[in-house]
């Protein structure tokens, strides 16, 4: 089965600094990659995906990327704000809406 | 926006008693909804997929006579954890697949505390 891996585990940025986070994902049938994040004891909220036909998708500050040759997709956050500050999680699945595994989650720190 | 549900939010029980949530979707017919695990400062862990009219798909090393999946409606899952034990002590997360959108929401979470 799928197995996905993320570093860092912890980061830690000024603010205004970029936060980048990487995954790696071990099925190459895996074609949905979304991030979430996750504020202490709520719900894990989409922030951005990727879908395996496309190699870069941007909203704003944050960006996603993904090499499905090297099985790879990182989250990319500019001008980190203090609200920045939370757990996220990437994850994949064969298709958007079906099961999801995520990695093991990154807790983001931003200082002002 | 969609919406998912779940209840109770909280839930406090004694050891071997049995605990059911409820995950419903308020918008869409959801044909399949997932349960997810989620242990203090850890990942969600897929515990099953659930598919209305039909048997539960548990993942690997999660008991299915421990963790009951009925998925009787396309807006109702419910998830009891039978002789629940204070290891089962956790945060239970529910997702809906909206099949029109092809994307997963999450429901808001429910803690099970187990004394």
């Known amino acids: 089965g799928e197995n996905v891996e993320q570093h860092p585990s912890t980061l830690s940025v000024q603010e205004g600094d970029s936060a980048v986070i990487k995954c790696t994902y071990s099925?190459?049938?895996?074609?949905?990659f979304p991030w979430y994040k996750q504020e202490l004891g709520k719900r894990p909220q989409l922030i951005i995906d990727i879908r395996s036909n496309v190699g870069e998708k941007k909203d704003q500050r944050i960006a996603v990327t993904l090499n499905k040759t090297a099985k790879h997709f990182s989250l990319h956050i500019t001008e980190t704000q203090p609200e920045d500050s939370a757990v996220y999680f990437c994850a994949a699945s064969y298709q958007a809406g079906t099961a999801l595994i995520f990695g093991k989650g990154t807790t983001l720190s931003v200082s002002s | 926006g969609a919406v998912v549900s779940q209840h109770p939010s909280r839930v406090i029980c004694k050891s071997g008693t049995s605990v059911k949530i409820e995950c419903r979707s308020l918008d869409f017919q959801a044909t399949t909804m997932f349960w997810y695990r989620q242990f203090p400062k850890q990942s969600l862990m897929l515990m099953a997929t659930?598919?209305?009219?039909?048997?539960?798909?548990?993942e690997q090393g999660v008991e299915k006579d421990k963790f009951l999946i009925n998925h009787a409606s396309l807006t109702l899952s419910t998830l009891t954890v039978t002789s629940a034990h204070p290891e089962d002590s956790s945060f239970y997360i529910c997702?809906?697949?909206?099949?029109?959108?092809?994307?997963?929401?999450f429901g808001p979470g429910t803690r099970l505390l187990v004394l």
């Open positions: 659930s598919n209305e009219g039909s048997k539960a798909t548990y």
């Open positions: 099925d190459s049938a895996s074609n949905y």
């Open positions: 997702s809906a697949r909206d099949p029109v959108k092809e994307t997963q929401y």
